[in-house]
């Protein structure tokens, strides 16, 4: 059993621990934190299912008040643990990585630290293999790692060298109050980080692309214009037969009811996935256009959830609980229930 | 063990069936529907956990075509059960209510059919024994719901005599497609229909009510102005000891982390709660104030799930398996689970 | 003539500096800046109609890059004006006070600031002759603004001792980028400071008030109850007509077209209106109930303009234009062509 | 001097109306309409600029009620003028079609009406010299118009054969409440009908796209990505040199404050424009990216103003009052005020 620790118990972290809680061959320790957020309170009202620690600095007489039990410091924490999964707030995880290297533990950090934190940036269907035994290790963040499936998939199965991208994504999650827009969209300059981001995990490939933030909270989608390489024309039935294949890629059909990214939430809902989380990320089939030598389609990205399986894969290839691609992603899968649905 | 059938598997519906089969003393026979939406698609991709049924005129080459098990027509449901819970669309229920009583069959309507519809127009904590053994009632609608939770509690503890309400109105639930609002505030003629619903289940009060729909999807929030009967002043303190006793109120503070309505929504979802669902109203500490000789204060009504206890606490009442408010309401709180928390 | 200088030429400056450009009996000598905002860059687009002058620590290079002809220093234009009007961002306004003092030139200040920055606290039509003669002013913010314009109205006719409010606020201006929500209502704890202020400007009222902020763009709404001082019953009728002699309340009905906040935004830039603003407040006559001894209404507030008339009021006051509150206003409403569309 | 009619005194009848006013050589008869809505109200409290003329079936008595003055029938209008512009809603305009031939006049349909109601589906840029003459034209629509302002500037500069575009869409105007879209992204089957208008418009190049509606008001967003023809690249210096001479596109920075689509309209507020409207799309400079042999970049698109130039294009095409691209749209450009800003 691999011993698994949480740092940061925010959006991404609870999805974390949760995600370590299914999988059959790892234990959740705990997981720390900084004040008595709503998630932690939440925590406390299920009766503590997961132990909490407590970083340096953290609010105690807080947790106190609010009658939260308190398991020990992140340093504790830290040592009991074979791997952390960090998802600190941006710039804290880099700070942490000093109490991982003093207490020679590995550590996966989340998509919003700089990438020279880690030793390999990594995405598990796209280079589990180069995680293999590696001590840290930085996911691509929720756009590129749903992005990359799509374009690993058409790559491996029929070779692409050029993509261009649009994202539209979702400005803020369910319940966010710090950040928001109003009936505006908002373009970032170009090239947005998730091409150059694809092109560091993908380096055969030329991506550029777009980014506007739109006044929603369920799901960025993504637009993908990409080449076959060496002259190779990707038809639709080309596509969509390798998309269906994976297992982490739900294809759905708007004539099915999935109108937009809402649609995969309210699914998810009635599925009575926890959270409403989705783990798969939708392609739409009815999207799928050919674009005289490319191929054109949509994905819809979960955002809060999206990274939760690549995080496993990276858990497995640090630890070496598999060496390859085909085990490790096979294993997340099997414990996430990915791939179940078909 | 009362056997009970649900027509209509939408918003309401897969919420009704779900709480039915929480009841220890309640055995969910079936639903029924119309058409393979979303919703039903995900109880396929669960296995059935509840039988469905088709009513008349259903698209049954759908379901086929999706795969879809079909256990019978909606007159073999009735056929089955003693109580029927209708959240067809609104006008269905009307019509339904024929075939209920050609098999003997009671039924509870939502709110959005007529009140012709019932016998009587139900609330579980206002006017739990005037449902006591009879054939057809009708639930107040999400808003009314909520908003008499409050008001009943207030007026038994020290007497209410007016109210002056103003509705903050979601306007579409999450995926919603075929309704919604963008960048507008939209007013209805006043008085609205809640203050006069109130004033059906209340007699003794006097209210009225303006309503403003806002492009929002997770939860009301009404703003409530009420006095005491018989020129008792009803200050902050007292108010506060009366709401912390109920157990479908959820008393917060914005302090602790609830901002507004999505924060219920997010710390529903981090509780594990299914489909992140609420049956409490919130209700913020810190909104409370007094005006002159009347009390001011505001909740948050989860639209999607707030009717639910009362809906059970009306088949109690209607299948006599509780004869009192006090029995009838303790026995739904019970298997939900409310007041668990505090 | 009055000379007139504008510091801050954001959403309500831009307003200020046209509102005063529309006197006949004033003259706008220029306005003064910190950075080449898109407004100012409008402003060198039409040709600089306004000159500009600017603050300390401007940002020069970036008004030359941008060749923006510049007319002098801050204080430059303070020393040519009998009066400035302040709306710089909050706080600001505090630390200019100074410059003003030094050069002997009256100021009036939005609403951002602190009350202490002025020695009355104005509302043209509430305490037009508490501001005459008078160096310092602040105005009440847009909300208070058009709040007061029809509880003033109410109180003069017919005498009104208490009104409890529920603000539902708009969250953000078109075009802001700095500030929003997204799917969310936000609440405030109670009291809401426009209470308070109201309070301020008419003591004999006691006043109390919830606030709701919205994802909306344009228009506040507001809910009143309001009730008779002394036993006066408020009928629809009595204030109906109170409200319609109003020249700065546009009373409407929902079968006119007049759904929501957005309505008259969409109503004001038919009208021509310039920027499609609109002094006047809404007051929808379908909203009007009577509550038992109080009457009930909702108002829109166009929170970019609103606040217009009432500086141009104050200007007249502070500078001795006229004396009395029938006289000054009514110049104001003459010149801002208020009342023209009865 | 060209005399001008317009039916149906919507959202675009009223730039319709406008813009023809605007041109020296032309004459606005008058408008004709259906219903007192506000737009007519807003009409009349101007003072009628623009006369009257009611379509059959109109509803008389409200007009009267409104005390709206009326000049004469549909048919009344449509005999003294050269040309109609139908703006009506979609699908009357093909009715309306009878009423224009049996009287000899001209007309141009707006973009909502089905192509085989035109003899030319028309763009003033694209394709001024099809329309020269010709009796029925239709415009294409807001999206597609601005588009190919772009492609069909790259084309004729360096020639291209291929785009593949994401439009990013508005789902309702300021004011809107007939539709709306609450906390959702919306998507479209492939191909968007915007893409195949352009290979309509623009037969030699490959065109396809998806589309996805998003809950705001102020602007559609489109990137395109397009190809060079007979493998020639475009640069991104090439690209931004022929968009910077079109006096149809405001090539912007981001930097300079247009964050996204709502700096536009608040640019436009800004700068005095009527109704806050601007006749240009916004290209970002800071979005222009190659892609291998493509070029990538963002457009904005002011969906209610921007087919107002194009018409007023198509006019002197049909009437013939200028006979070539050229001449044409640099009338148009000079009463419009197109390219001022340079």
Redesign the interface.
């Known amino acids: 059993m691999v011993k698994v620790g949480v740092a940061g118990y925010g959006v991404i972290g609870?999805r974390l621990a949760d995600g370590v809680a299914l999988q059959g061959d790892m234990e959740l320790v705990g997981i720390a934190d900084f004040a008595p957020?709503?998630?932690i309170?939440?925590?406390k009202?299920?009766g503590m299912p997961y132990d909490l620690y407590l970083v340096e600095g953290a609010d105690k007489a807080g947790f106190d008040a609010a009658g939260i039990p308190v398991s020990g410091t992140f340093e504790e924490l830290v040592e009991k643990v074979d791997i952390m999964l960090d998802s600190s707030p941006a710039g804290v995880g880099a700070k942490n990585k000093a109490i991982y290297e003093k207490h020679g533990v590995k550590a996966i950090f989340q998509g919003g630290e700089s990438n020279e934190v880690a030793d390999v940036f990594f995405h598990g269907y796209a280079n589990f293999e180069q995680g293999v035994g590696v001590d840290f290790l930085k996911l691509t963040s929720c756009n590129t790692t749903g992005l990359i499936r799509t374009v690993d998939c058409l790559d491996r199965e029929y070779g692409i060298d050029?993509v261009?991208i649009?994202i539209?994504r979702?400005?803020?999650d369910?319940?966010?109050?710090h950040?928001?827009?109003?009936?505006?969209?908002?373009?970032?300059?170009?090239?947005s980080h998730q091409a150059l981001d694809l092109m560091t995990i993908m380096p055969h490939v030329?991506a550029?692309?777009?980014l506007?933030?739109?006044?929603?909270?369920?799901?960025h989608?993504i637009?993908v214009?990409a080449?076959g390489k060496d002259g190779v024309k990707i038809t639709k039935e080309m596509a969509l037969e390798a998309f269906k294949k994976h297992n982490r890629i739900r294809v759905v059909k708007?004539d099915?009811?999935?109108?937009?990214?809402?649609?995969f939430?309210?699914?998810a809902?009635?599925?009575?996935n926890?959270?409403?989380d989705m783990y798969e990320i939708g392609l739409?089939e009815?999207?799928?256009?050919?674009?005289?030598n490319?191929i054109?389609?949509?994905i819809n990205i979960p955002q809060e959830s999206v990274t939760i399986p690549e995080t496993m894969d990276a858990i497995r290839a640090a630890t070496k609980l598999q060496l390859t691609r085909e085990e490790g992603t096979a294993k997340t899968n099997e414990y996430l229930g990915l791939g179940r649905?078909k």
């Open positions: 609870q957020t709503l998630s309170k939440a925590l009202e299920k050029k261009a649009t539209i979702r400005v803020a369910p319940g966010d109050y950040r928001g827009l109003t009936n505006a969209l908002q373009i970032d300059k170009a090239p030329d550029t692309g777009i506007v933030h739109t006044p929603v909270t369920h799901g989608i637009t214009v080449r708007i099915d009811g999935f109108l937009g990214n809402a649609s939430f309210r699914y809902r009635d599925l009575g926890p959270r409403g739409w009815d999207t799928i256009v050919e674009s005289d490319e054109m389609y949509a649905w």
